[in-house]
């Protein structure tokens, strides 16, 4: 009787292993159909904070779309310091006043052209600017921060970053 169990045992154990899906090619449910998508499965990040590149998951950048003009959460008067916002302080050149399309600064002026919306608080435009007797043009990307406290102007040429509070009204 102990033969006829040490004999039938093996065979039990591959008949179970074969109804469980296990097995390798005992079990006719190979492990190599599941394996790619374990890969894959293992290859995503729990947290996509880890993916900062987007490799895995990558992050199509939104098309600028056209705008009629500057939105209302841009207009008003900006300050690079306090001091800039002080009502009729003549010497505020970091004061920067956005009313419309236009813009004006301490010795230049400009009406932004092309303007498209990059994000809800994000715009792109093209602003001539005239001041001093001089004319050029300002690639411009104005981009509002801390829920439209703050607003950062980009210029391409020449090159520059501006860093502005909003004036108390």
Known sequence: MRTHLTATLPIATALLLAAC???GAAGGNGSSQSEPAA???QSQP???MEDQ???LVPVAAPSPSPVAGIPAGFQGRWGLTDSDCEPGRADAKGLMTIAGDKLSFYESRGTATAIKAVAATTLTFTLPVSGEGQTWNEATTLTLLDEGKTLQRQVAKPAGSFRYSRCPS
Do not use: P, R
């Open 46 to 48: 729990d947290d996509l």
């Open 39 to 41: 890969a894959q499965a």
């Open 53 to 55: 590149q987007n490799t």
């Open 21 to 23: 899906g296990g097995g």
